[in-house]
């Protein structure tokens, strides 16, 4: 079974994408801080990651970074509220499959998940 990680301070965003992923059968954990997500991360494998970059005041990008040296080969999806133009640049030292752009919908997020886990 596929394992997923979703890092967000938001919990509505937490609880959606945790119900769209069990509903297609993923095995799937939540954190709402970077602290959270590192020590999940340290602890147990995941085959993908959806991370916000922008977590209250910590940095997304800095938890993902450490998380690539953990889990190398672990996938990373950004969720975030700014375009994709700007956040690509900081991205290329990262394992990240996409990137996007807040707000989204069921069916994308399914078809992402399907595109990085075949």
């Known amino acids: 079974m596929y394992k997923i990680l979703v890092v967000d301070d938001d919990k509505l965003i937490r609880w959606s994408l945790r119900e769209i992923f069990a509903q297609e059968g993923y095995e799937v954990d939540t954190v709402a801080t970077t602290k959270d997500a590192l020590s999940r991360a340290s602890n147990d494998a ?27 080969s672990t996938k990373i999806v950004i969720l975030s509220a700014h375009p994709k133009y700007q956040i690509e640049p900081q991205l290329s030292t ?25």
């Open 46 to 72: 995941y085959h993908l990651i959806f991370a916000d970059i922008e977590i209250d005041e910590e940095i997304g990008l800095d938890m993902l970074k450490e998380v690539n040296k953990i889990q190398p």
């Open 94 to 118: 990262l394992n990240v499959f996409s990137v996007v752009e807040k707000p989204f919908n069921a069916e994308q997020m399914k078809t992402l998940v399907k595109e990085a886990l075949d």
